[in-house]
């Protein structure tokens, strides 16, 4: 074999210098992947491997293109003396379509960086639920040394950005109230989203998105022009999705609008789908009994969750339900959640904390479920809610309870008749 290379699960990988002294590009994802497969702590998957392919790929132009972050720029605050302003207006703001001056130069920015061949490109992974694409967006990130880079799931993220809106405008209007307003600032223009654009990439340049999906029109309004801003900042994007990108927001209100930014991900991303028959949520759950009573059910539980999280340390898990509320998991691991059902149903919850937490987890564990009577009625009507959700987004349920199912309901006659006929 040639000299300075090697085949890791036959892909070619070659050794490049780089600063600081030579090393192989495979320690990255690919690298780390092959770590787990040789400690025999996951199998070799084909349909993995060749997702690994564009994962490797993004490592190395980031390895390569970036070897000194610290003197990666902070983008300042652009001057905008010099720029003619436009009126802002309602359809400006949230529409992919600016005022023509922008758009012009918007226009010659793109083609300047359609010529630039060095420029990093981003990842699209998406296949079907359970086939590993945040466990294989994961080994990117973990493998990537770098400071300014985020992992989240992409309907906090953009929570966070409608905050952060929120946010700019109180203070424009502020400023506004002291007139305090300098007219080349975008406070002047009304627009937050390039100071927005600046200040996310400023806080993390290399962002990996779990789930990616677009369900309402305020998202869907705003993502071209605030991506295509974040792109020309620098951003590495990197997101797994269950749908393609052409698939996102179908059928959803004014989608011709929101056309422009699949064409930018399509532009600025490689695309990948993962077509696997494999539903990794599932490994280590066969053969597991998913509804327990007696003595020992909350022991049998302890077990399963231990044998479904590979032993891995449970940690305590927020999620970001709405701007407002949060949904606290106690123990979680390997993206199954264990909780009581006082937790889920007897806290004042619901439907959208179901949905949160349906979305969050494939394998969702509750214990101490009690026998229900008409007293416990919002508490009832609650775990039906929970229940609902959890099929409905295919969650596997294992629980222990106080009773078989057909008992766990009491109707309020069978109670008046074990109470009454003394």
Same mark, same amino acid.
């Given at each position: 074999?040639?000299?300075?290379?090697?085949?890791?699960?036959?892909?070619?990988?070659?050794?490049?210098?780089?600063?600081?002294?030579?090393?192989?590009? &495979?320690?990255?994802p690919l690298g780390m992947y092959n770590d787990l497969v040789n400690q025999k702590k996951i199998k070799l998957d084909q349909t993995q491997l060749e997702a690994l392919k564009p994962l490797q790929k993004i490592y190395e132009q980031i390895m390569e293109q970036n070897k000194d972050e610290e003197k990666r720029p902070i983008i300042e605050?652009?001057?905008? &003396?010099?720029?003619?302003?436009?009126?802002? &207006?309602?359809?400006n703001f949230w529409s992919s379509a600016p005022a023509k001056s922008e758009s012009d130069q918007e226009s010659n920015e793109s083609n300047s960086d359609q010529n630039d061949s060095d420029k990093l490109k981003g990842l699209y992974l998406y296949g079907s639920v359970g086939c590993g694409k945040t466990f294989l967006m994961d080994l990117l990130y973990d493998s990537t040394p770098i400071q300014r880079k985020k992992r989240i799931h992409f309907n906090a993220f953009m929570i966070d950005v409608h905050k952060k809106i929120h946010h700019w405008r109180e203070k424009r209007r502020e400023l506004r109230e002291d007139d305090k307003l300098e007219s080349s600032s975008d406070f002047a223009q009304g627009d937050p989203l390039p100071d927005l654009a600046r200040s996310l990439t400023n806080e993390a340049w290399m962002l990996c998105f779990d789930e990616f999906q677009v369900t309402n029109v305020a998202d869907a309004m705003i993502l071209h022009r605030l991506f295509s801003l974040m792109f020309k900042n620098g951003l590495v994007f990197v997101a797994t999705s269950n749908r393609a990108p052409d698939e996102l927001y179908k059928k959803g209100l004014q989608r011709d609008r929101f056309l422009p930014f699949i064409a930018m991900l399509h532009h600025q991303c490689i695309v990948h789908h993962i077509i696997s028959s494999n539903d990794y949520r599932l490994t280590g759950s066969q053969n597991i009994s998913v509804y327990h009573t007696g003595p020992n059910a909350n022991s049998e539980l302890e077990s399963i969750f231990k044998r479904l999280s590979h032993n891995e340390e449970p940690k305590r898990q927020i999620i970001q339900v709405t701007d407002t509320i949060t949904l606290t998991i106690s123990r979680a691991a390997r993206k199954v959640a264990f909780l009581t059902f006082a937790e889920l149903c007897v806290a004042a919850r619901g439907p959208q904390d179901y949905i949160a937490l349906s979305r969050k987890y494939h394998t969702v564990l509750i214990k101490d479920i009690p026998v229900m009577d008409w007293k416990m009625y919002n508490e009832c009507r609650r775990f039906i809610l929970l229940i609902d959700e959890l099929y409905n987004h295919k969650v596997k349920l294992i629980c222990s309870a106080e009773d078989?199912?057909?008992?766990?309901?009491?109707?309020?006659?069978d109670k008046e008749k074990q109470g009454g006929s003394g």
């Open positions: 074999m040639r000299r300075g290379v090697r085949i890791c699960f036959g892909v070619v990988v070659k050794k490049r210098g780089m600063r600081g002294g030579r090393r192989w590009v &495979s320690n990255g605050l652009k001057d905008n &003396s010099n720029e003619k302003p436009h009126k802002p &207006s309602f359809w078989v199912p057909q008992k766990l309901f009491v109707k309020r006659d």
